[in-house]
């Protein structure tokens, strides 16, 4: 069923919207999949806060325009399904590679990545699915700025502990003289 122009619009307005506030863009083709599965991928996205759309070519085109995700006009060809990563930049990565983990997913072809203004190759997937999420980046943070901060109260707190250490080293010394 052909879509009216204004239907077109539509799509076009939100997918712009999607595409201007995302960190990083899956695209994959599913030619052979079954509406179960494609099903199953759209309930994990929601869950993941991944948008995921089919959208024809055309539109992607019009809509990426002037955003980070203009540099995938080149590579809009043939069925494809676009992931948008919208709450962490490996979220749309690492949903995509989980749902081709499962054999039964194999004709879920990965076609590029496109993270700042790049179009990757599909081989760029696993890089982007290890990328950490917002948690994780500020806990390694935080944990950064804290070994100083932690190594420096260790090093204060073995000065009072060797001088009890060497005191008390002193004392069993003059008992045994004593003795």
């Known amino acids: ?12 307005s939100e997918v712009a919207g999607v595409a201007a506030r995302a960190y990083s863009m899956v695209a994959a083709e599913y030619r052979g999949m079954t509406v179960d599965k494609l099903t199953k991928l759209r309930v994990e996205a929601r869950k993941n806060g991944v948008y995921l759309r089919v959208v024809k070519n055309n539109l992607v085109r019009i809509a990426v325009k002037d955003t980070d995700f203009e540099c995938i006009q080149d590579g809009l060809v043939g069925p494809l399904i676009l992931a948008f990563s919208l709450e962490d930049p490996g979220a749309a990565a690492r949903l995509i590679k989980d749902f081709i983990k499962d054999k039964a997913n194999e004709k879920f072809d990965v076609k590029f990545v496109a993270m700042s203004g790049k179009m990757l190759p599909a081989s760029e997937l696993e890089r982007l699915s290890k990328m950490p999420t917002r948690e994780q980046a500020l806990a390694t943070l935080a944990g950064t700025l804290r070994a100083p901060l932690n190594k420096f109260a260790q090093t204060l707190n073995e000065v009072p502990g060797k001088l009890v250490r060497t005191i008390a080293a002193i004392r069993d010394q003059k008992e045994g003289k004593a003795a």
Do not use: F, P
């Not at 069923?1 to 076009?12: D, N």
């Open 1 to 12: 069923m052909a879509l009216t122009l204004e239907e077109k619009k539509q799509i076009v």
